[in-house]
């Protein structure tokens, strides 16, 4: 196993998303869709190369295909199950998130906050339209404690920015 480089956020999400079951790159480009994609972009070439890399230091254990598409599946390693642990209990004291608002680009570039705020307050109720409607459908279920925490700050998120950009109009 390398100790060369440290693990990245995208490193923890291959390890999180494998934890719970194997599987493809494939398959975690789809679990990432189904949900921690609307709280964290991950671009779908990443989880190729880190499940590799993964794999290649000892935290994936790879089962490639002997024929056809040669698919290779990745499950999780005791080392892998450490590092996601480790991380996991990590107090998270200084980790700050960042904005990465296209229309907070625009505006801090130079771009008309009037012309900018009527189409990103339309995209925020729009997403907290679609998270509160989630919110409903999943309250059949019983949702783990986590994504559930998760979608509760993602819908107060847009509820602050629709306030924000409504503000600017």
């Given at each position: 196993m390398s100790g060369d480089r440290e693990l990245t956020p995208t490193s923890y999400i291959v390890l999180g998303l494998l934890a719970e079951e194997p599987g493809t790159?494939?398959?975690?480009k789809a679990r990432v869709a189904a949900g921690l994609g609307n709280f964290?972009?991950?671009q779908h070439a990443q989880l190729y190369t880190e499940t590799a890399r993964l794999a290649s230091e000892g935290f994936l254990d790879e089962d490639r295909e002997t024929e056809g598409r040669r698919r290779k599946t990745y499950s999780i390693t005791k080392a892998?199950?450490?590092?996601?642990?480790?991380?996991?209990?990590?107090?998270?004291?200084?980790?700050?998130?960042?904005i990465r608002d296209?229309?907070?680009?625009?505006?801090?570039l130079g771009a008309d906050p009037k012309v900018i705020a009527a189409a990103q307050v339309a995209a925020h109720k729009a997403r907290l339209k679609e998270w509160e409607n989630l919110k409903?459908?999943?309250s059949t279920f019983e949702v783990?404690?986590?994504p559930g925490?998760?979608?509760?700050?993602?819908?107060?998120?847009?509820?602050?920015?629709?306030?924000f950009w409504?503000?600017?109009l």
């Open positions: 790159p494939y398959d975690l964290w972009s991950v892998g199950r450490a590092a996601l642990s480790a991380w996991l209990d990590e107090d998270a004291v200084g980790e700050l998130p960042e296209p229309g907070l680009l625009k505006v801090y409903v459908a999943l783990p404690t986590g925490i998760t979608l509760d700050a993602g819908i107060n998120y847009a509820r602050v920015s629709v306030k409504s503000s600017l």
